[in-house]
Structure formats: C-alpha cells, structure tokens
C-alpha cells in the first residue's frame, strides 16, 4: 500500500476526482446522509468508529448500531462515526491511492480515532474484521497495537462465543450495550485525562464494567486430545466468568428517533421498531431467545410515539415492529391497533416479523386489513408435530393453518416459511415433510377464490448453537445435508412454492465458528491472508480455502462441528455467563429426547433457568408486564 494520506479534504477530493467514478454503487462511501452527526473533533474528548464488517447496505439496516450511534452522539463530549466493509474494487482503488479506511461523516482516517468499535452479527464476517483492520492501518493482532493505535472493542452475538476473535479485539462487550457503552466511554474520557496508557484502560473496563472481558489478559489450557482442560485469568482482579450486562427494562430505554437516512437501498428500508427484547418461549434451537431473557416489552404509549417521531424524521413508509416473537407482546392487538391508527392514513405499511404460529396468529391479518399487505413470515422450523416438540415448538400443524387462511381470507398472496434440517432426532419423514406442509399452505388460498398462494420456503441447517440445550449436539454432516435437500427437491410438486437453501459446506464452518476456541483465530487469519472476505457472500465463498487454512493449522472442521460433546467437557464459552444454569440446558436436552415440551415461564411460573438474576429478579412474575392505558406497570 502508498503512504497513507491522513488529511480529510484530500481524501475526499480523491475520491470524488479519481476514485467514485470508477467502483460500484459509490453512493456507499459518500456520507453526508440524512441525520448523520458530524462534530468537530476538537470539541469532543472521546471519538467512536464505529464498523459493521458488512456492506453500506446490510450495516445501515442494523438497528443495534443505530443506537449505539444515538447514544454516543448525545453525550456532548463524545463523537461517533461510521465506517462499513469496503466492496474489493473499492478496496483496490484505495490501495492504489493510499487513502486508508475512513469515517462516512468527516473522512478521517478511521485509526485516528479513540476506539474502534465493531459488531459480530454473524460468523462468516469475521474475516471482514482482519480486512478492515488492516485497511485502516491497524494492526490486526491485538498483541501488536502499541499506546497510538485505538482500541478495538466487539459486541454483538459473536461476543457470546468470543475465543475465535479473541486475538484481533481487546476488549468484547458482553450482553446489552445500551448502559455499558456509557461507562467505557466515561472511562475513557477520564483516561485520557489523566494520561493513563493503553493497557491501563483494558485492564481497568474488564475489571470493572460488567460484560467487558479482555481475552489477552486469559490464558487457555488444553487436553491431549484437543479440548480445554482450564480457562484462567492472568491479572489479579479480573473475574474467571464474564457475567453479560443486562437492561433491567427497556421502558425509557434510548432508542434512536432520528436514525440516519441512506441514499440508497438496504436490506431493510424501513423504520424498525424494537418492541420487547427476550422470549420465554424456550425454542431447544434458540441462541437468541436463550441469551436476550428475560422478556422486556417497551410500553405501547411509547412505540406509539416512536412511530410517530421517526416517521417525521425519515419518511419511510413502512415499520416493522420487531422482536424474537412480536405476538407475544403484551397487549400486542391494542398495539397493532393504535400503530394502524397513525399508519392508514398515511398510507404506511406495517410489517410484522417472527410471529407466533398459534391461535392469536388468526387475528392478527384481520387487524392488518386495511393496511398494505406485506408477506406474513411464519417459522414452523420443523415439519411434524413431533420434531416441534422435540425442539420445544410447541405448535400444531392446524394452529398454523388457520393462520394462514386467515392471512389469505384478507387478501394475503405470501407466506414465507422458516424450516430446519438436521435437528436432533429428525426422520426422512420430518424431511419430506416440509414439502408437504408447504404445499398444504399454498393449496388453502383456494378456498379463498383464485389460484394456489406463493409460499417462499428458506431451508437451512441447524447449528448447535452455544448456550442452549442442543449445545452439547453434533451437527449433521454437508453429506446428510445434501441428501435432505435431495429429498426435498425430488418430491417437490407445486410450482407456487419456491425452496431456498442455506449453502451446506458454508453452514458448516459456520458451525465451526460458533462452537469454536481460541486456535480458531491463526485460522482466520490464515483465510484472510488468502484473499479471504465477505464469505457470507456466494460469490466470494471458498470452502477449499477455509479447509486448507485448517489443515495447515493441525485443526479439522469435524472436530469443531460434527462430535457430540459430553456433559462434563469445558466449552470453549463456558467463561461468559448469560445466566444460565447448566442443569436447565441439560434438563432440557434431556427432555427434548423424551419428546416433552417445556411451558412458557409466563404461564407455568419461573422455570429457575437463572437468566431473571442478570436484571436482578428473581423469577419471571417479578417483573411480568401488564399494559394499562398502554403503559407498562410493573405488578
């Protein structure tokens, strides 16, 4: 690479002179959107990069960033910028002219600022971290950065299993970001303040900001055979298990009513409304529902004027209201109403995502009607009645019947459904299944008038994912994959059904990176080095390359990904602590293998899982939510 030029203005005439013209959709690396902040950077003490190792497109439509962005830009004293992966053509034009990766809202260079903050949202990303790192001048191992260059901190669901990153990031937030990220930015402030070096403020957030763990200061042990014998602190002062932050409520919680405004599409165009964070619901399969409990709704009163306060500042015309299970909502009819209320005359669509498969579901089109109809996305997960119960879903395969033809009775033409293959148990039967049940959805628009109703089916394969009851699972091999999706292609009859498969080899190493430990990272690495990026991304997918960086390392994916483990081996997550307790994933595996469903806490009563104690409750009903005059009380 050239010498850097570090200067903002020269930056941006290169890119407008030389550089623009010549990459795809270069409106990505333009800034200057819609309600970006831009401040001067010697009026703040504390700047923030912030990077989604991701395209422009699929990190603007990331709502957790939006208000990580919200928050740090309120305090007057700290400053955050933008920064998404960059295209290769655009990689190659920088290169050529020295300009390192820079911030959307000033253009400086991105190593010039206090931290570098990035979010893990999926595994086959990682090697985005090390391009973009070494894109803005940064050193890619931690062990290398010396007292100039920033901080590189990570959150997200990668941080639930984070040893596979830990060589490339000082410090992992843990859990929810909202109040923490306040924290470290106030250490950081006085920090600098005082004078104090780099390695003095990584010590001092994991010692003493809940959720924030400092992988270089642990050590690792292993067996023989390749499995952790013992997981250790190395400083005095820093716990042995991370315990995750938590918000106690998201009642008055900071949520961005002014989210920055692309110029051109995203993956979601929309104003998306978080309504509750958690689930009770107790999916087997479930990382995230196991991770966010326990369940917050945000009262009605104020998603009501949410809706109303973004819709003034953007203009989309659509919202989602969005959660782990949206018809789960307290009071979740009294919200449809009051959001259609402000919507219909507007002419905006509402679109609703992740809705329970049950009775409550045939309602919900009705309460829609005179909304523009958007497709209903309905996650039955598995085919037969059996295999939900094996995964705790519980749900009959009439219940999400009657959904649907309550969804085509108001004038729904789509439904998307969500299925896995490879779940503990499943049967050639399970298998074929999913085309049956498809085609079943399609053919009940029929009673309704007209032809048969377009159904999008998305297959992918389940990874046993950490912190959950299946965490001890192996993962079915691309071979049996293969042959399911065989299975499914040849019985396929209906033309109106369309079958969408995740891509074998790739979930695989997925797979290998969720349930990975720290030897994962010279992988990495090794995979960048070799021209890897964006592997999520089809047409820059190596799986040849990932194999052989994980020979050359003495690894194998099987080892990772395919062996079931025993109850008593160290995991190589077992150090971050989401509150769970042990004996319940194991008591749930073990009912999943009876075939016995678990009942919603709500209901049932506290299940003692252990996740109420992260927000200092001590079962579920001692923070149950009811809704009155659409506010959340706490009974």
Same mark, same amino acid.
């Given at each position: 690479?050239?010498?850097?030029?570090?200067?903002?203005?020269?930056?941006?005439?290169?890119?407008?002179?030389?550089?623009?013209?010549?990459?795809?959709?270069?409106?990505?690396?333009?800034?200057?959107?819609?309600?970006?902040?831009?401040?001067?950077?010697?009026?703040?003490?504390?700047?923030?990069?912030?990077?989604?190792?991701?395209?422009?497109?699929? *990190?603007?439509?990331?709502?957790?960033?939006?208000?990580?962005?919200?928050?740090?830009?309120?305090?007057?004293?700290?400053a955050?910028?933008?920064?998404?992966?960059?295209?290769?053509?655009?990689?190659?034009?920088?290169?050529?002219?020295?300009?390192?990766?820079?911030?959307?809202?000033?253009?400086?260079?991105?190593?010039?600022?206090?931290?570098?903050?990035?979010?893990?949202?999926?595994?086959?990303?990682?090697?985005?971290?090390?391009?973009?790192?070494?894109?803005?001048?940064?050193?890619?191992?931690?062990?290398?950065?010396?007292?100039?260059?920033?901080?590189?901190?990570?959150?997200?669901?990668g941080a639930?299993?984070?040893?596979?990153?830990?060589?490339f990031?000082?410090l992992?937030?843990?859990?929810?970001?909202?109040?923490?990220?306040?924290?470290?930015?106030?250490?950081?402030?006085?920090?600098?303040?005082?004078?104090?070096?780099?390695?003095?403020?990584?010590?001092e957030?994991?010692?003493?900001?809940?959720?924030?763990?400092?992988?270089?200061?642990?050590?690792?042990?292993?067996?023989?055979?390749? +499995?952790?014998?013992?997981?250790?602190?190395?400083?005095?002062?820093?716990?042995?298990?991370?315990?995750?932050?938590?918000?106690?409520?998201?009642?008055?919680?900071?949520?961005?009513a002014?989210?920055?405004?692309?110029?051109?599409?995203?993956?979601h165009d929309?104003? +998306?409304?978080?309504?509750?964070?958690?689930?009770?619901?107790?999916?087997?399969?479930?990382?995230?529902?196991?991770?966010?409990?326990?369940?917050?709704?945000?009262?009605?009163?104020?998603?009501?004027?949410?809706?109303?306060?973004?819709?003034?500042?953007?203009?989309?015309?659509?919202?989602?209201?969005?959660?782990?299970?949206?018809?789960?909502?307290? *009071?979740?009819?009294?919200?449809?109403?009051?959001?259609?209320?402000?919507?219909?005359?507007?002419?905006?669509?509402?679109?609703?995502?992740?809705?329970?498969?049950?009775?409550?579901?045939?309602?919900?089109?009705?309460?829609?009607?005179?909304?523009?109809?958007?497709?209903? +996305?309905?996650?039955?997960?598995?085919?037969?009645?059996?295999?939900?119960?094996?995964?705790?879903?519980?749900?009959?395969?009439?219940?999400?019947?009657?959904?649907?033809?309550?969804?085509?009775?108001?004038g729904?033409?789509?439904?998307?459904?969500?299925f896995?293959?490879?779940?503990?148990?499943?049967?050639?039967?399970?298998?074929?299944?999913?085309?049956?049940?498809?085609?079943?959805?399609?053919?009940?628009?029929?009673?309704?008038?007209?032809?048969?109703?377009?159904?999008?089916?998305?297959?992918?394969?389940?990874?046993?994912?950490?912190?959950?009851?299946?965490?001890?699972?192996?993962?079915?091999?691309?071979?049996?994959?293969?042959?399911?999706?065989?299975?499914?292609?040849?019985?396929?009859?209906?033309?109106?059904?369309?079958?969408?498969?995740?891509?074998?080899?790739?979930?695989?190493?997925? *797979?290998?990176?969720?349930?990975?430990?720290?030897?994962?990272?010279?992988?990495?690495?090794?995979?960048?080095?070799?021209?890897?990026?964006?592997?999520?991304?089809?047409?820059?997918?190596?799986?040849?390359?990932?194999?052989?960086s994980?020979?050359?390392?003495?690894?194998?994916?099987?080892?990772?990904?395919?062996?079931?483990?025993?109850?008593?081996?160290?995991l190589?997550?077992?150090h971050?602590?989401?509150?769970?307790?042990?004996?319940?994933l194991?008591?749930?595996?073990?009912?999943?293998?009876?075939?016995?469903?678990?009942?919603?806490?709500?209901?049932?009563?506290?299940?003692?899982?252990?996740?109420?104690?992260?927000?200092?409750?001590?079962?579920? +009903?001692?923070?149950?939510?009811?809704?009155?005059? *659409?506010r959340?009380?706490?009974?």
């Amino acid at each position: 690479m050239r010498p850097q030029v570090t200067d903002p203005a020269e930056i941006h005439k290169l890119l407008d002179r030389l550089i623009l013209p010549k990459v795809q959709m270069p409106a990505r690396y333009l800034g200057g959107e819609k309600n970006a902040v831009r401040k001067d950077p010697a009026d703040v003490d504390v700047s923030f990069a912030l990077l989604f190792p991701d395209t422009y497109e699929v *990190g603007m439509s990331h709502l957790g960033s939006q208000i990580l962005y919200s928050i740090l830009n309120r305090l007057d004293w700290a400053a955050a910028e933008r920064a998404y992966a960059i295209w290769p053509d655009m990689q190659e034009q920088m290169r050529s002219h020295g300009i390192p990766l820079y911030a959307l809202e000033s253009f400086r260079p991105v190593r010039q600022f206090d931290v570098v903050g990035f979010s893990l949202q999926y595994e086959m990303l990682y090697t985005n971290v090390l391009a973009m790192l070494d894109l803005a001048g940064i050193p890619v191992e931690s062990a290398r950065r010396d007292a100039d260059d920033p901080i590189v901190i990570a959150g997200g669901p990668g941080a639930a299993v984070p040893e596979p990153m830990a060589d490339f990031v000082d410090l992992f937030f843990i859990g929810d970001g909202e109040d923490v990220i306040v924290e470290f930015t106030e250490l950081m402030r006085k920090a600098k303040a005082e004078g104090r070096p780099r390695r003095a403020v990584i010590l001092e957030a994991a010692r003493s900001i809940r959720g924030v763990y400092a992988p270089a200061h642990y050590a690792v042990d292993y067996h023989p055979d390749g +499995t952790i014998k013992d997981f250790r602190p190395t400083e005095p002062g820093l716990p042995r298990k991370i315990t995750a932050a938590r918000l106690p409520s998201l009642e008055g919680a900071p949520f961005p009513a002014d989210p920055i405004v692309p110029f051109v599409r995203t993956v979601h165009d929309r104003i +998306t409304l978080e309504i509750m964070r958690g689930c009770t619901r107790g999916c087997r399969f479930c990382q995230a529902g196991m991770l966010r409990r326990p369940l917050r709704p945000r009262p009605i009163e104020e998603l009501v004027e949410l809706s109303r306060q973004t819709y003034a500042n953007t203009g989309h015309n659509e919202i989602a209201l969005a959660s782990l299970s949206s018809s789960d909502y307290p *009071g979740f009819h009294e919200l449809l109403a009051r959001v259609n209320a402000f919507a219909q005359p507007r002419h905006i669509n509402i679109s609703l995502s992740s809705l329970r498969v049950d009775d409550q579901l045939r309602l919900v089109p009705r309460a829609l009607s005179q909304v523009r109809k958007s497709g209903l +996305t309905l996650a039955p997960e598995a085919s037969s009645e059996r295999l939900r119960r094996v995964i705790n879903k519980d749900v009959t395969t009439e219940e999400l019947m009657e959904g649907v033809r309550a969804a085509f009775s108001e004038g729904w033409r789509l439904v998307k459904l969500y299925f896995m293959i490879g779940l503990p148990t499943e049967t050639p039967d399970d298998v074929t299944g999913i085309v049956t049940l498809s085609e079943q959805v399609s053919k009940a628009r029929r009673e309704f008038g007209g032809g048969p109703g377009k159904v999008n089916v998305t297959i992918a394969p389940f990874v046993p994912k950490a912190h959950t009851p299946f965490q001890w699972e192996p993962m079915a091999s691309p071979e049996a994959i293969h042959e399911a999706r065989g299975l499914i292609l040849r019985n396929a009859r209906l033309r109106s059904v369309r079958y969408k498969f995740h891509y074998a080899e790739r979930t695989l190493l997925e *797979g290998v990176l969720a349930r990975g430990d720290r030897r994962l990272g010279k992988v990495i690495k090794r995979v960048w080095k070799a021209g890897g990026q964006f592997d999520a991304w089809a047409e820059h997918f190596s799986f040849d390359r990932w194999q052989r960086s994980l020979e050359e390392e003495g690894l194998c994916a099987e080892f990772y990904a395919n062996r079931p483990r025993p109850a008593d081996e160290v995991l190589p997550w077992d150090h971050i602590d989401f509150g769970l307790r042990k004996e319940f994933l194991l008591e749930e595996r073990e009912k999943a293998f009876r075939g016995e469903t678990t009942p919603d806490c709500r209901t049932a009563g506290c299940l003692h899982c252990g996740a109420c104690t992260l927000t200092g409750q001590a079962d579920p +009903t001692a923070g149950k939510s009811s809704l009155t005059n *659409g506010r959340t009380r706490s009974e």
